[in-house]
């Protein structure tokens, strides 16, 4: 059981940078590949990033890349999400999400999530 509490939202101008947190329970985090989606208003859930369990090799969706870096720290037992060059579509509710498989952009295979944190870009 992996109980995952996000935080780091806020509210910036388009440019700007945030870092979101995600705080991981239980002692076999590093056994987990950890993932970022995203939920705009209106829209399905959307895979952000993804950082594997083994050799923390990292995916990006394609609307995020170049300027969103996933990173982890299994002595803290935390995943982050740096955003920067933020843009007013970047505007969602983030959530973490830990999986035991390898990384995949597929939300159903992430077994436990986190409660999210807004993120709202203004032009």
């Known amino acids: 059981q992996v109980q995952l509490v996000e935080s780091g939202g806020g509210l910036v101008q388009a440019g700007s940078s945030l870092r979101l947190s995600c705080a991981a329970s239980?002692?076999?985090?590093?056994?987990?590949?950890m993932g970022w989606f995203r939920q705009a208003p209106g829209k399905e859930r959307e895979f952000v990033a993804a950082?594997?369990?083994?050799?923390?090799?990292?995916y990006y969706a394609d609307s995020v890349k170049g300027r969103f870096t996933i990173s982890r720290d299994n002595a803290k037992n935390t995943v982050y999400l740096q955003m920067n060059s933020l843009k007013p579509e970047d505007t969602a509710v983030y959530y973490c999400?830990?999986?035991?498989?390898?990384?995949?952009?597929?939300?159903?295979?992430?077994?436990?999530w986190g409660q999210g944190t807004q993120v709202t870009v203004s032009s």
């Open positions: 950082i594997n369990w083994n050799d923390e090799s990292t």
């Open positions: 999400a830990a999986t035991l498989a390898v990384a995949t952009m597929d939300s159903g295979r992430y077994a436990y």
């Open positions: 239980g002692r076999t985090f590093r056994a987990y590949t």
